[in-house]
């Protein structure tokens, strides 16, 4: 068998069982909150197998030094190494600003209300403020780093437009304003589509997953590592007015 053919071979069967995964959650689990977890944890595990493990991977919210928060983030992409979470509290994972790369909203189809949704999580975590310090190194200091751009998108099962990502509702309905928009995203019957400086690429076939992880894989790769935290801006929240 030509490899290439095979190695695609592969991708669908990994496309097929999680569309498997994310059809009973839809229909076996009738309480909707449980069934939003199922899809969000069955997500997750994707990430976890296919991302290097220099990346976290979990639900949360997003903190900064001043004290903001964002809303509850169905997936977070953080760095887990030099900018761990802060704090567990009630169930809920805190990570700070600094070190997220990506996040999203996770929906079980596309649709004009999910799109705005997720549009409006991605405000509530780009609005945050992020610090950077410079780094001593052996071979001298590094100069503070500029935030990079905290990538955003959305993921689901299905899509409610027939022509899926391809179709003229859904160009009209992804968001476009700066933060809040999707830069990446992933319906496994509707396609995937990934914001470039060109435009929009979109991709419709039955690897639309796998398209979308090596889409997100390039876009994780072009930011390289997170900037320093500045701890002592968040140890400033501890001091006594």
């Known amino acids: 068998m030509n490899n290439d053919k095979w190695l695609k071979g592969v991708f669908k069967d990994v496309q097929k069982g999680l569309e498997h995964e994310l059809h009973r959650a839809s229909s076996g689990v009738e309480h909707a909150p449980t069934k939003g977890d199922i899809h969000?944890?069955?997500?997750?595990?994707?990430?976890?197998?296919y991302l290097p493990n220099r990346y976290g991977i979990n639900k949360g919210i997003v903190i900064d030094s001043k004290g903001n928060k964002s809303d509850q983030?169905?997936?977070?992409?953080?760095?887990?190494?030099?900018?761990?979470?802060?704090?567990?509290q009630q169930g809920h994972k805190y990570i700070p600003a600094e070190a997220v790369y990506a996040v999203f909203e996770c929906k079980p189809t596309f649709n004009k209300e999910y799109l705005e949704y997720a549009g409006e999580k991605?405000?509530?975590?780009?609005?945050?403020?992020?610090?950077?310090v410079s780094i001593a190194t052996a071979s001298g200091t590094i100069p503070p780093k500029t935030p990079h751009n905290i990538i955003c998108g959305i993921l689901a099962a299905k899509c409610d437009w027939a022509e899926g990502v391809k179709s003229e509702s859904f160009n009209k309905n992804l968001p476009t304003t700066t933060n809040c928009l999707l830069d990446i995203g992933c319906s496994l019957e509707g396609g995937a589509f990934v914001s470039e400086n060109k435009g929009i690429e979109k991709h419709q076939s039955d690897t639309n997953l796998m398209y979308f992880l090596f889409t997100l894989l390039a876009k994780l790769q072009s930011l390289?590592?997170?900037?320093?935290?500045?701890?002592?801006?968040?140890a400033n929240i501890l001091r006594e007015s």
């Open 73 to 88: 983030i169905d997936i977070v992409i953080f760095d887990p190494q030099y900018t761990p979470m802060l704090l567990i």
């Open 40 to 49: 969000e944890d069955s997500w997750i595990e994707v990430l976890r197998n």
């Open 224 to 234: 390289g590592t997170v900037a320093a935290i500045d701890w002592k801006a968040y």
């Open 122 to 132: 991605s405000r509530s975590v780009r609005s945050l403020i992020r610090t950077s």
